[in-house]
Every structure is written in structure tokens, then in C-alpha cells.
């Protein structure tokens, strides 16, 4: 069937011409945009303090390659920061000095080596322990 002069293949052929041009255009637009955009940090939650305490928490993530609040699991943090009766865990629950940092961290040291309960995962409870004792290190304990 021809309209206007246009054989019955020339619109498939079009179509899927036109579709993989857009389709490179697509990403390499994407490309330049993902090139462009800083580059996220893998650890989604990120805690609030002093310039001194932040120092030591990238220190320890980095030695450690441990991310203390991962999507999947319930933090030890968290669970002091519930227990506190505080609603969620916010993030400065470090405080904002090096002194309300450590014990924070102390406390937290306590519950993962005295749990109330045994851990639902312990390979993660060890994780954040190490983290936790890393952290610690780099404060100055």
C-alpha cells in the first residue's frame, strides 16, 4: 500500500531509524549528566558534628569498609536513639562535641558486646562493632 508515494516498508524502517538515533541521543545524554553530577557517597545516612568528629568517622568508614547503617538492617544507633524515646534516628545523634561522640559510641560498643537479645544478624552486629571500635581509635580513646 502506498500513501502520498510512501512504500508500505519505508514507515517501519523510519520508525526504527528514527528510534535508535533517539535511543543514542538518550544516553549520551544520560552520559554527560552522570559525568557531571557529583558523585553520591555510599553511605546513606551520614551523622552531623564537629569537624574533628567527622574526620574520624571517614577515617573509620574507609578503614573499615563498613557502612554502620545499611538500607536492610536496624542499626545498634538506632535502637539506643528509639529507646531514648526519640522518634527515627537523627543525625546528630553523635552530639556535636568529641566528648558526646566517644559516648555515643561507647554505649553503643556496651549493647553490641551485652545485647539484650542475641543478634538477628550476627555477621552485621560484628561489622558495627569493628566500625564502632575503628571509630573510637581515630577519636582518640
Known amino acids: 500500500m502506498n500513501v502520498n508515494g510512501i512504500g508500505a516498508g519505508y514507515a517501519v524502517a523510519g520508525y526504527e531509524t528514527r528510534k535508535a538515533e533517539r535511543n543514542a541521543a538518550g544516553r549520551n545524554f544520560a552520559d554527560a549528566i ?4 557529583p558523585k553520591k557517597e555510599t553511605n546513606a545516612f551520614r551523622p552531623e558534628s564537629s569537624d574533628e568528629v567527622m574526620q574520624a568517622w571517614d577515617k573509620a568508614l574507609a578503614e573499615t569498609g563498613v557502612n554502620p547503617f ?3 538492617r536496624i542499626s545498634t544507633a538506632l535502637v539506643l536513639h528509639v529507646e531514648s524515646g526519640q522518634q527515627g534516628l537523627s543525625s546528630t545523634f553523635l552530639g556535636d562535641s568529641t566528648g558526646s561522640a566517644k559516648s555515643m559510641a561507647e554505649k553503643i560498643i556496651h549493647r553490641l558486646e551485652n545485647p539484650l537479645t542475641p543478634a ?3 555477621d552485621f552486629a ?3 562493632l569493628m566500625f564502632y571500635k575503628k571509630f573510637l581509635e581515630f577519636l582518640g580513646w
Open 70 to 72: 545499611p538500607m536492610n
Open 120 to 122: 538477628a544478624n550476627p
Open 34 to 37: 552522570n559525568k557531571a553530577a
Open 126 to 128: 560484628g561489622q558495627e
